[in-house]
């Protein structure tokens, strides 16, 4: 006996599995758009957080120079060099924590 039974995605004339496939789509696009917004606001973040790390340590150096009243910049390039050090490691530690 043939098998006479029509599964409901080969149906030709139901326009319906067309649309939920363009719901589906729509749906996959917007989330990946979401997505990339996200990605951006925590990279923009993560620039932020570096940039106010190094000032705060080049600030503190300076600071620190015209307190001693130094001849030579001691504390501005050592606090400088730990302050890019530490914004690059915050920045490796944020790339690496889980999601």
Known sequence: MPNFTVKYTECIRCPLPKTINK???VKEEKKSK???INYYA???AMAF???AIIALGVWGGTSLDKYYSNKFPLFSIVL???SVIGAIYW???DF????
């Open 23 to 25: 719901i589906q789509k």
């Open 96 to 99: 690496i924590k889980k999601k």
């Open 80 to 82: 400088s060099l730990f």
């Open 91 to 93: 920045v490796i530690k």
């Open 34 to 36: 979401g997505e990339k």
């Open 49 to 51: 957080q570096m940039a």
């Open 42 to 44: 925590k990279y923009s």
